[in-house]
């Protein structure tokens, strides 16, 4: 069976970072490319903020390109992503899953930038 255990998330001030980390089964990390998805708020879309496929190529949304950087490692069979000069419009709870999203959501991490 399929897990996603996402960690790292918090309360942090406009301006601050936060790491996040994605544990994955060994199966599917290494069979499709992954991605982190935000969820705004309860009954909200989920969207795809940061994506990487197996060769390593990264895309990102136009409202976190710069400031967030997405990462693997493929001996941890995990998958990270950096947020760095984080916004109150970052806040929201964050999945990882594959891309295209197969529906293996974890408990997702909240992630919450208030002053």
């Known amino acids: 069976q399929v897990q996603f255990v996402e960690s790292g998330g918090g309360l942090v001030q406009p301006g601050g970072s936060l790491r996040l980390s994605c544990a994955a089964s060994?199966?599917?990390?290494?069979?499709?490319?992954m991605g982190w998805y935000r969820q705004a708020g309860s009954g909200k879309q989920r969207e795809l903020v940061a994506s990487i496929t197996r060769g390593d190529i990264t895309n990102y949304a136009d409202s976190v390109k710069g400031r967030f950087t997405i990462s693997r490692d493929s001996a941890k069979n995990t998958v990270y992503l950096q947020m760095n000069i984080l916004k109150p419009e970052d806040t929201g709870v964050y999945y990882c899953?594959?891309?295209?999203?197969?529906?293996?959501w974890g408990q997702g991490t909240q992630v919450t930038v208030s002053s």
């Open positions: 899953d594959t891309v295209p999203a197969r529906g293996y």
């Open positions: 060994g199966s599917i990390f290494s069979a499709y490319a």
